[in-house]
């Protein structure tokens, strides 16, 4: 997997609003099944909502000064892909410092995968723990500029 190909200027999101985290995973599902032909694949949104609600019941995915990382593994997936999500409201995420969250990259990888898996998880992880990239995403003012802050962020640290 290349740094380049876990993010993807079709699947970023502004100011998307989301009453719970089921909607939020429904409606960030759809964006990465469209982007990535994964319909293609069997997978279908209801699975990937069930995986990601399942993995939020082992623990919660916020992490902490309003970012949350969920992610699921599905079949049929032959790679880790993400979507970036800035909310129009905060959501009640049971994050670990309590606050709301409303920055979110959901990852999506293959059932088989734990490495990879791990990895994206950790690069997005150490992305979003720095306070800068958080206010310029949270600035940024539309899809395409949230995509170019990401790629320009994942390059850096590729470098």
């Known amino acids: 997997m290349t740094e380049s190909a876990l993010f993807s200027a079709d699947t970023?999101?502004?100011?998307?609003?989301?009453?719970?985290?089921k909607q939020l995973f429904r409606d960030i599902a759809v964006r990465l099944i469209d982007a990535h032909g994964l319909s293609d694949k069997g997978i279908v949104c209801r699975d990937v909502v069930a995986a990601a609600t399942e993995?939020?019941?082992?623990?919660?995915?916020?992490?902490?000064?309003?970012?949350?990382?969920?992610?699921?593994?599905?079949?049929g997936m032959n790679r880790v892909v993400a979507a970036?999500?800035?909310?129009?409201?905060?959501?009640?995420?049971?994050a670990v410092d309590g606050r709301p969250v409303d920055?979110?990259?959901?990852?999506?990888?293959?059932?088989?995968?734990?490495?990879?898996?791990?990895?994206?998880?950790?690069?997005?992880s150490r992305l979003l723990r720095r306070q800068e990239t958080r206010q310029r995403l949270r600035a940024?003012?539309?899809?395409?500029?949230?995509?170019?802050i990401l790629?320009?962020?994942?390059?850096?640290?590729?470098?």
């Open 55 to 75: 993995r939020e019941r082992l623990g919660s995915t916020g992490v902490g000064n309003g970012v949350a990382l969920p992610h699921a593994r599905i079949e």
């Open 140 to 148: 940024a003012p539309n899809a395409e500029a949230l995509y170019a």
């Open 12 to 21: 970023m999101i502004c100011d998307l609003a989301a009453s719970s985290p």
């Open 84 to 94: 970036f999500a800035r909310l129009s409201e905060p959501l009640d995420f049971d």
């Open 103 to 124: 920055l979110v990259c959901f990852l999506l990888a293959p059932a088989d995968c734990g490495g990879a898996h791990l990895r994206a998880l950790a690069r997005v």
């Open 151 to 159: 790629a320009d962020e994942t390059a850096s640290a590729a470098a």
